[in-house]
Structure formats: structure tokens, C-alpha cells
């Protein structure tokens, strides 16, 4: 099992960037695909992007695509969603997730275990 925690969230204006981190604690945090995920009131869970286990491979949402950048550190135990030019409606909670299949998936249900999440809230 391993347990994760986001941080990083805050206010941000429009155009700005943030970075948010998800330490993950437990075994084989390399064995895990990694996956970030944004929820806003009244919708469903949203994939933003997702990073394999040896960080070679990402896949992202057509809406953030160029914007942001999954990464991993392995030896850290920690996976991080850069964000660039960010936009109202990128407001949201973020959580990041760890999934033990073997191949990235942009569907919340293949992910095993998330995070609390963190509010990122970009104003005009």
C-alpha cells in the first residue's frame, strides 16, 4: 500500500504557473504508474495527466497539453505537475494517484490509491 500527499496548491493569477508535488510514503513507489486528476464542484473527477514508472512515458488531457509537465523522482519518492499559463477554469482541487497496472490510463477508476488533494485556485 502507499499513502500520498500533495502539496503546492494556492492562488494564482491568470497566466501565472505553479507546481505541485505528491510525496507518496510505503514500498515501490517506482512500481506505480503515477496520475493527476482535478475535481471541481458538481463534476467528476477530471484526468490531467500521467507519468510511467521509469518517467519515460506521459500522457496529458487535450486542455493542458503544452501547459503542463508530469515528473518523477524516483529515489524521492515524489511526483510533480508542473503548470504553466494557467487559466481560470484550470481551478480546481488536484490529487495525484498511484495505479498498479502496468500501462498509463487517463481513467480515475484504474488508479488504486489518491491523495487528499490540493486547491488551485487561478483568478482574473
Known amino acids: 500500500q502507499v499513502q500520498l500527499v500533495e502539496s503546492g496548491g494556492g492562488l494564482v493569477q491568470v497566466g501565472g504557473s505553479l507546481s505541485l508535488s505528491c510525496e507518496a510514503s510505503?514500498?515501490?513507489?517506482?512500481?506505480?504508474?503515477m496520475g493527476w486528476f482535478r475535481q471541481t464542484p458538481g463534476k467528476e473527477r477530471e484526468f490531467v495527466g500521467a507519468?510511467?514508472?521509469?518517467?519515460?512515458?506521459?500522457s496529458y488531457a487535450d486542455p493542458v497539453k503544452g501547459r503542463f509537465t508530469v515528473s518523477r523522482d524516483n529515489a524521492k519518492n515524489t511526483v510533480y505537475l508542473q503548470m504553466n499559463s494557467l487559466k481560470p477554469d484550470d481551478t480546481a482541487v488536484y490529487y495525484c494517484a498511484a495505479s498498479t497496472s502496468r500501462i498509463v490510463f487517463a481513467t480515475a477508476s484504474r488508479y488504486d490509491y489518491w491523495g487528499q488533494g490540493t486547491q488551485v485556485t487561478v483568478s482574473s
Open positions: 507519468i510511467n514508472q521509469d518517467g519515460g512515458r506521459t
Open positions: 510505503g514500498r515501490a513507489f517506482s512500481s506505480y504508474v
